[in-house]
Every structure is written in C-alpha cells, then in structure tokens.
C-alpha cells in the first residue's frame, strides 16, 4: 500500500523559507514522478511543482517559479519542497502526489499546513 507523509508545514512570517519533505512508502519510490500541490477553502487544488523520476524534468507554476524548488532523493524514497521568500498567498495546505507522470497522479497525501502571516 502506497503512503506518502508530508512534514515541515507551520506558522511562518513573510519572506522566510521553509523545506517540506514527503516521505513515500509501499512502492518503488524511483518508478514515480513527484509532485506538489496546494489548496485553501476558498480554491480548487492547484498544481505547485513537479519531479519526473529521474529529475531530469522539473516543472513549476508561475506564482513560484524562482522561489520554490522541487528535488527528490531516490535513496531516502522522499521528495522535498524548499520554499523560499514566502508570501502571505502561499498559505495553503500542501499536499505531495505520486504518480507514472508529472502531469498525472495516482496516490495523495494527507497535506501539511503552510500558514504565512504578513
């Protein structure tokens, strides 16, 4: 059974950094993709960052592109979120994804909780 467990996610002021970390068990973690996501009650999920499984294709949104950066450690089966120069609209519940693509997803966290204040 796949399981994937997100870490990191607190309480932060504006223009700090933080690193999540999601941890990811039951199934070849290399065989995958990575990805993270993020919502808030008052939006859809939206996509954040994606890893294939090699790392040779990384793929950002806009809004973090230059901030955020995606990387994997295939021997520690954990993929990581730094998360640099935070913004009061970064908070979100972040969530990490696994799947056969980096624009395609078959198992989910449970999230890990961003909350930037201004």
């Known amino acids: 059974q796949v399981q994937l467990v997100e870490s990191g996610g607190g309480l932060v002021q504006a223009g700090v950094s933080l690193r999540l970390s999601c941890v990811a068990s039951?199934?070849?973690?290399?065989?995958?993709?990575m990805g993270w996501f993020r919502q808030t009650p008052e939006k859809e999920r939206e996509f954040v960052a994606a890893?294939?499984?090699?790392?040779?294709?990384?793929n950002y949104a806009d809004s973090v592109k230059g901030r955020f950066t995606i990387s994997r450690d295939n021997a520690k089966s954990t993929v990581y979120l730094q998360m640099n120069s935070l913004k009061p609209e970064d908070t979100a519940v972040y969530y990490c994804?696994?799947?056969?693509?980096?624009?395609?997803?078959?198992?989910w966290g449970q999230g890990t909780q961003v909350t930037v204040s201004s």
């Open positions: 994804a696994q799947g056969l693509r980096v624009d395609q997803y078959l198992y």
């Open positions: 039951g199934r070849t973690f290399s065989n995958y993709a």
């Open positions: 890893i294939s499984q090699s790392g040779s294709t990384i």
